[in-house]
């Protein structure tokens, strides 16, 4: 039998190769602690027990007291989680637009997907309501502008997987829109774990060499003068 030694070099490279699976997974861990001790109470019962996942909204585990009245001792793991979420999401826009051939939208991209680093993590702070709708629209311009790029590959899973998470995501803005409370908090749920499919999908099976024969904006408008 041989023993596999494994140096400094080897788990950096490790840590690199997988930091956006780590974040997600401590983020989720974290988040589902928060939930676990969650005291309880609802927008339509103050009384009930617990965090109710058909209603409860995930922003609840944010605030100092719960919908009960009680403290809430989810914060701090909610805060963690949400912090180390938006870190996650940072590197793999980071990630996605190095796989990407130069052009404007492979810096709108990366730019972009690191602003919503500290947008996403104020969505903890009394500016919830403003940082998710800020932090949300970047968020989903982002997945559009890598959409149009996977339309241009032959990943043709990506193609109808990306375009039923954008619907998700439209039909929760439509139904916060409409005022439909009692479906807003499964849709959000629903929204939220779709786009983290989406995120580790494109992170572990999209690689450069698929967008390569992609051409460069310089080159494709180079060659639009030259006729």
């Not at 103050?46 to 009245?69: R, T």
């Not at 998710?132 to 559009?144: E, K, Q």
């Not at 997987?161 to 849709?187: E, G, K, R």
């Amino acid at each position: 039998r041989h023993t596999i030694i494994w140096t400094k070099q080897d788990i950096k490279k490790m840590i690199n190769k997988h930091s956006v699976l780590i974040g997600i997974t401590i983020s989720f861990v974290l988040l589902l602690i928060a939930i676990s001790i969650y005291p309880g109470g609802t927008y339509q019962d103050k009384n009930s027990v617990g965090f109710d996942w058909a209603k409860n909204y995930i922003s609840n585990l944010f605030e100092v007291k719960a919908l009960n009245g009680s403290q809430n001792p989810s914060r701090i793991w909610a805060f963690f989680g949400m912090f180390v979420y938006s870190i996650s999401c940072a590197i793999f826009f980071v990630n996605m637009s190095n796989k990407i051939p130069k052009n404007v939208f492979k810096y709108i991209i990366k730019y972009t997907g690191m602003l919503i680093m500290p947008l996403t993590f104020l969505i903890i702070t009394p500016l919830h309501d403003l940082m998710l709708n800020i932090s949300s629209f970047l968020f989903w311009n982002c997945i559009g502008a890598i959409t149009v790029f996977i339309f241009m590959t032959k990943l043709h899973f990506f193609k109808i997987y990306n375009i039923i998470c954008l619907l998700i995501f439209f039909y929760a803005v439509y139904i916060h829109t409409s005022s439909n409370w009692d479906l807003l908090p499964i849709i959000q749920k629903v929204n939220t774990i779709s786009s983290i499919l989406l995120i580790l999908g494109l992170e572990y099976f999209t690689k450069k060499e698929d967008f390569a024969h992609i051409k460069p904006t310089r080159q494709r408008t180079g060659q639009a003068t030259n006729r």
